[in-house]
């Protein structure tokens, strides 16, 4: 997100009306429902997460501790019980749509 000089883009009526209610602070104005990008949508972050996540259901399906996936992955013992969980439900839908 970058910032962008009220006085350069709003006409002096409406720049003038908008410092009655707020006057030389930060104002955040939120975009229409129509152009609204979904968390991660601009990155690779969400195929990232995936692949960490999908990595660290493999290494506790090999013997790895929850306490050694926690080292590994730095994340906190709730964070890869809550994640392997997740994995083992999202290996159960696939297993049961191949039937």
Do not use: C, V
């Not at 002096?12 to 990008?37: F, T, V």
């Not at 590994?72 to 709730?78: C, E, H, I």
């Amino acid at each position: 997100m970058s910032y962008k000089k009220a006085k350069h883009i709003l006409p002096e009526e409406l720049l003038a009306a908008i410092q009655e209610y707020i006057d030389g602070e930060y104002i955040y104005i939120p975009r229409k429902d129509q152009h609204k990008k979904s968390w991660g949508s601009s990155t690779t972050i969400k195929a990232e997460l995936d692949l960490r996540n999908a990595n660290i259901y493999h290494d506790f399906l090999s013997g790895m501790a929850r306490e050694t996936l926690g080292e590994k992955y730095y994340l906190s013992r709730k964070s890869i019980q809550r994640i392997i969980l997740k994995e083992k439900r999202k290996a159960a839908n696939k297993q049961s749509l191949r039937f």
